[in-house]
C-alpha cells in the first residue's frame, strides 16, 4: 500500500511503521491516524510478522497532534473530537492489543498524544537526548487516548501526577529511570538497539508472546489475586513447544 504522511517497511518478520512528516515534526492529523491503523491491520493480518516498531522521521518521534489540523472546530471540554479521538483509540487499542509485539522507538521529541502512542506500545525504547511530555495540562487540553490509565502504569501514580499536573519536559535517560520507557540509549545506538530487542523477540514463540500479551493486558487491569487465578485458569494454543524443546529432549 501507498501512504501519504507514514511509510512501512519490513525485515523478514519485524516491520517498522514510521510516521513521515519530518517537516512538521510528525504532528499527528486524522490522515496519519487512518494510515497508521491500515498500516497496522494489514500487518497483523500478514503471518509472518510478528514485531512492528513504531518510530518517526527526523528529529522527533511525534510532537502531538496538529492542532492546525483541527480548523475552526470548537474543542470542546478540552477534547480534540471524535475526528482524532476514535482513530488514535482504535490505534492505542491495536498497539496494545494486537497479536504483534509493538515497540515505540522514540529518537526526539514525543509529547502528549504521541506519547499516548508510545506509551501503548509493548515496549518502549528511548534515545538519551529525546524530549518527552505531557502537555495537555498546559494547553487546557485532557487525555482521551490513554494517558490518564498508562502513565500511572508505567511510572506509579504520584510521579504521573507530577508530570501531568506540570507538564514538564522528561529526557530520555530520565524516561527510563522512572519507567515509563523499557531502556535509554545514546540515538547513535538507537538503531542497533532497538534491531536487536526486535530480531530478539521475533525469533522467540509468536503463540508465547501472545499469550503473554494477554496475560500482562489482566495484570494491568486486575488485582494480583484475580491476576495469578487467570494466569493458573487460562489455556492457550502454543503450536511450537515440541520443536523449540525437541534439542533438549532424549
Known amino acids: 500500500m501507498s501512504y501519504e504522511q507514514i511509510q512501512v517497511t519490513q525485515d523478514g518478520s519485524v516491520a517498522t511503521v514510521t510516521m513521515s512528516r519530518a517537516d512538521a515534526l510528525n504532528a499527528i492529523t486524522p490522515t496519519m491516524l487512518g494510515e497508521l491503523n491500515a498500516a497496522f491491520e494489514a500487518l497483523e493480518a500478514d503471518d509472518a510478522c510478528a514485531v512492528v516498531v513504531l518510530t518517526g522521521e527526523g528529529r522527533a518521534f511525534s510532537a502531538g497532534v496538529d492542532l492546525k489540523a483541527l480548523g475552526d472546530r470548537e474543542l470542546t471540554g478540552g477534547m480534540v473530537g471524535d475526528i482524532l479521538d476514535l482513530p488514535a483509540r482504535e490505534l492505542t487499542g491495536r498497539l496494545s492489543g494486537s497479536r504483534l509485539v509493538t515497540i515505540a522507538k522514540v529518537n526526539g521529541f514525543c509529547f502528549t498524544g504521541a506519547l499516548e502512542l508510545a506509551l501503548a506500545c509493548d515496549l518502549m525504547v528511548v534515545a538519551d537526548e529525546a524530549t518527552l511530555a505531557d502537555t495537555h495540562a498546559k494547553f487546557g487540553l485532557r487525555p482521551t487516548w490513554g494517558m490518564s490509565q498508562r502513565l500511572p502504569a508505567a511510572v506509579g501514580m504520584a510521579k504521573a501526577r507530577e508530570l501531568s499536573f506540570t507538564a514538564r519536559n522528561v529526557k530520555g535517560v530520565e524516561a527510563a529511570e522512572i519507567g515509563m520507557a523499557c531502556r535509554s540509549v545514546p540515538l547513535a545506538e538507537l538503531d542497533d538497539v ?7 523477540v521475533a525469533g522467540n514463540s509468536q503463540d508465547s508472546l501472545a499469550a ?22 487460562t489455556t492457550y494454543e502454543i503450536g511450537d513447544t515440541d520443536e523449540r524443546l525437541a534439542g533438549f529432549r532424549a
Open 194 to 200: 532497538v534491531a536487536d530487542m526486535a530480531a530478539a
Open 212 to 233: 503473554y500479551k494477554d496475560l500482562f493486558a489482566v495484570a494491568d487491569s486486575t488485582g494480583l489475586g484475580a491476576g495469578l487465578d487467570y494466569e493458573a485458569a
